[in-house]
């Protein structure tokens, strides 16, 4: 397990890339569960409830497997796809842990303030926000670069993802 933690990690530091990780069903399915398990908890704490979170989370899983399933079928790298998966479920699901206290932690102010134009935002927590979503984002453009015959669009592909994603849990939850 260790050495799989590991594997994520690398492509987390753009070491090396989904090539180097298992090409099978079976660690996909451990995979996609490590991701559902790394979300349960902050997703329940900022959810409205358990039904809208795992509506939340099936909308996320689904859309990532089709917007990448779109992406190997447009560039012909097919080959690419559950290692893809795997990669982008197994660093998800790392960022998941990282990101996780800091979730808490803004639900915790969200629910000690009675208006959003009261709600004091520490600085510290704004600026590690925006880096783990940066650094989110650089490694997810990462992942659709190896799949991709124009690497240098994978950034916008990633940031395309992000905001489609953001829009469609928009509509279906209305949030």
């Not at 670069?145 to 849990?169: C, D, E, G, R, T």
């Amino acid at each position: 397990m260790i050495k799989l933690l590991t594997a994520f990690w690398n492509i987390m530091l753009k070491r090396s890339g989904q090539e180097t990780l298992p090409d099978s069903n079976f660690f996909l399915g451990l995979v996609f569960i490590f991701y559902f398990l790394t979300q349960l908890v902050s997703g329940i704490k900022v959810s409205d409830s358990i039904d809208l979170f795992l509506i939340s989370f099936v909308i996320d899983a689904v859309f990532l497997a089709v917007w990448l399933k779109l992406l190997v079928e447009f560039f012909g790298t097919q080959s690419y796809f559950r290692r893809s998966l795997i990669a982008l479920f197994g660093t998800g699901g790392i960022f998941n842990i990282i990101a996780s206290p800091l979730i808490i932690e803004f639900s915790n102010y969200m629910q000690t303030t009675e208006m959003v134009d009261e709600l004091q935002i520490p600085v510290w927590l704004t600026v590690s926000f925006l880096l783990v979503a940066i650094w989110s984002v650089i490694i997810m453009a990462h992942i659709f670069s190896k799949v991709m015959s124009k690497p240098s669009y994978s950034m916008l592909v990633a940031i395309a993802y992000i905001m489609v994603n953001f829009l469609i849990q928009s509509l279906v939850l209305g949030a």
